[in-house]
Nanobody
Framework: QVQLVESGGGLVQAGDSLRLSCAAS????????MAWFRQAPGQERELVGT????????DYADTVKGRFTISRDTAKNVMYLYMNSLKAEEAAVYYC????????????????WGQGTQVTVSS
C-alpha cells in the first residue's frame, strides 16, 4: 500500500513553469508505475503522463509532449512533474496515482490516488 501526497500547485501566468511533487506519506514507490492526471472543472480527467516500473520509461499525452517532464527519485519516494510553457487551458487539479500494473494507469483506474493539487494559470 502507498499513500500519495501532491504539492507544488499554485497560481502562475501563462508561459510560466511550475514543478509539482508527489510524495509517499506511507509505503514506497518500489514496484509501482505512476502517473499524473489532471481534471479541469466540468471536464473529464485526463492522463498527463506515466512513468513505468522498472525501466522508468516515460510517456506523455500529445498535448503536453515536449513541455512536461516526469521524473522520480525512488530512494526518496518522490515523483515530480515539471511543467513548462503552461497554458491557461491547463489550469486544473493535478493528481498523482500509482499502481503495480501500468495498464491500470493508462486505463484511468489506478489503485492509489493522491488528493490533488490545484494549478491555476492566468492568461
Amino acid at each position: 500500500q502507498v499513500q500519495l501526497v501532491e504539492s507544488g500547485g499554485g497560481l502562475v501566468q501563462a508561459g510560466d513553469s511550475l514543478r509539482l511533487s508527489c510524495a509517499a506519506s506511507e509505503g514506497t514507490f518500489i514496484g509501482y508505475s505512476m502517473a499524473w492526471f489532471r481534471q479541469a472543472p466540468g471536464q473529464e480527467r485526463e492522463l498527463v503522463g506515466t512513468i513505468t516500473w522498472p525501466n522508468e520509461r516515460t510517456d506523455y499525452a500529445d498535448t503536453v509532449k515536449g513541455r512536461f517532464t516526469i521524473s522520480r527519485d525512488t530512494a526518496k519516494n518522490v515523483m515530480y512533474l515539471y511543467m513548462n510553457s503552461l497554458k491557461a487551458e491547463e489550469a486544473a487539479v493535478y493528481y498523482c496515482a500509482a499502481d503495480v500494473l501500468s495498464f491500470q494507469l493508462r486505463a484511468g483506474t489506478p489503485r492509489y490516488w493522491g488528493q490533488g493539487t490545484q494549478v491555476t494559470v492566468s492568461s
